[in-house]
């Protein structure tokens, strides 16, 4: 069976040729790090993923975890990997030394988390949630509490949680109930139940950080009266250790479709100790600092998913042997052809390739621009690259995750029947990717926040910003005939793509529903687009390295071949998503809830 291999070439060369992140560390005074560092990082992360991750994949999916009286045990290996992974310094990599990290990018993070979820995703979710925690609580913290927390949660002692579901809201967290009463020396009193919380109790660290949207007692109803609070496993004691067991337990586990090794939980707070973070009431814009790194961080799964199906899928496809090529036997000497040879077996791997290749690079454009907005010096460039952030946010977390199932379900095809049976891993794989459109904001959700929020909501400015700089890219090749195939289809969209949300604009203006009937097929039509300028910067880069000779040709060909494949056979989708926009919303309200009845 095939196994993960963490594709090395292929993020060097979205890193450093395409990206240019060399150039990027120099600028925004991170010159810590350079290239040949970056690679060797990159190299130790993926021999700890590919020795120690990838044979606990299948074991957490099948022993999943157990729940015993509140006491949560995760499949057997998790918490051994768990202690190398903190021993050999993973979760300091990317946080401020100050708090006892190593200070290095916030991008480098980004690639760990790929690596590490392609191996295991259940498993990555238990570090993975540290980062958003440890990124509210520096953002909003007090000095006391960042002098608590951060040091135990960078090493990765200790791990954290973000708890907003509860049983009757999830998408409205206006509707939320858990309550926060103040204590006289200043902390609260935390009673509810929190529902959904990954990573909510297990066996791996020594203490769990719950950040936890609650209401005080005079609070505002809806959103305006939600606040934050700290809600430690065990309450810190002064020198920094464990104490005292605080009033939240798991009252149970999920039973759920995939992600088994990672323990979803039923968190019940009965009178808990708490510390509100930020001001009160003020609550749901600090968790955005948690739930946009989430985001990111979730789009990262789906590119994981992807990426671990396609390398099973075209495994296989070079070794199963299935009827004769309608173009003459290819493998004479067999019984029959690989499948590989057959043209929709191709159409699937391509697919699958195009996606997972054309995510990594906007994944990596993202994290360059978190990069940007942390580590920039000059305003300008941070408020750019926060505008392209706060627009790409949604689309890679919606795009990538909707993709990463539909490329987990070609992986399957590919197997034939084979890829329905566990033993080969896909199975599993498509389970696993399935959550991903679902938390951290469904896909709806999603759309609704950039049309409505980022795109609309700033009169079309923020998209803007990505749409100038794709029209730089293509004005700057308008002559260059060898990425013509490229630059005309590129032009037209992005030109198409203003008029478009123009037009949006304006049915909004006599009907608020036109942008909820629009924006799940505008956030796809955007992440088509969105790709198909990265997959436009590949093929350039990929011609440029041809034309000089430098390095291995068949890579740079396939390259271009990819990106022919994805501009002829992906990006034309965005016609159906054009066409549905146009539509407008009336045949999706036409029936009342009643007439739905059958
Ligand atoms: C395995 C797993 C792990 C999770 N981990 C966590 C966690 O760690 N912490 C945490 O707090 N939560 C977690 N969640 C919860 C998750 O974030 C929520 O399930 C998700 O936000 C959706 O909320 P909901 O399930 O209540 O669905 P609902 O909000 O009831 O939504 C149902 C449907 O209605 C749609 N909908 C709702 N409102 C609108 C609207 N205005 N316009 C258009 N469509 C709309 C939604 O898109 C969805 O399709 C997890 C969930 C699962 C299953």
Redesign the pocket.
Known sequence: MADYRAPLKDINFALFDVLKYADHYAKNQLDMIDQETTESVIEQAAKFAENVLVPLNAVGDQEGCKWDDGVVTTPTGFKEAYQQFIEAGWPSMTHHEEFGGQGLPSSLGTVLNEIVGSANWAWGMYPG?SHGCMETLFTHGTDEQKATYLPPLVSGQWTG?????EPH????LGMLRTKAEPQADGSYSLTGT?I???A?EHDMSDNIVHIVLARLPDAPAGTKGISLFIVPKFLAKEDGQVGERNAVNCGAL?E?MG?HGNA?CVLNFDGATGYLIGQANKGLACMFTFMNTARLGTALQGLAHTELGYQKSLDYARERLQMRSLTGAKNPEGPADPIIVHPDVRRMLLTQKALAEGGRMLAYFAAQQLDVTKYSTDDAAKAHADQLLSLLTPIAKAFMTETGFEASSLAMQCFGGHGYIREWGVEQNMRDSR?AM????????QA?DLLGRKVLGTQGETLQVFTKLIYKFCQANVDNESLKEFVEPLTSHNKEWGELTMHIGLTALENADEV?AASVDYLMYSGYIALAYFWALAAETAQQKLDSGDGDADFYKAKLATAQFYFQRILPRTRTHHDCIKSGVGNLMALSSDQFSF
Not at 169 to 172: A, E, F, L, P
Request: proline share 0%; aromatic share 6%.
């Open positions: 949630l949680t973000m708890c907003l579901t809201c999830g998408t409205d929190k959904f919380i990954s909510g999920e759920k992600i979803t959550i679902l938390y951290e904001g469904t896909t709806g959700v609704l909820g």
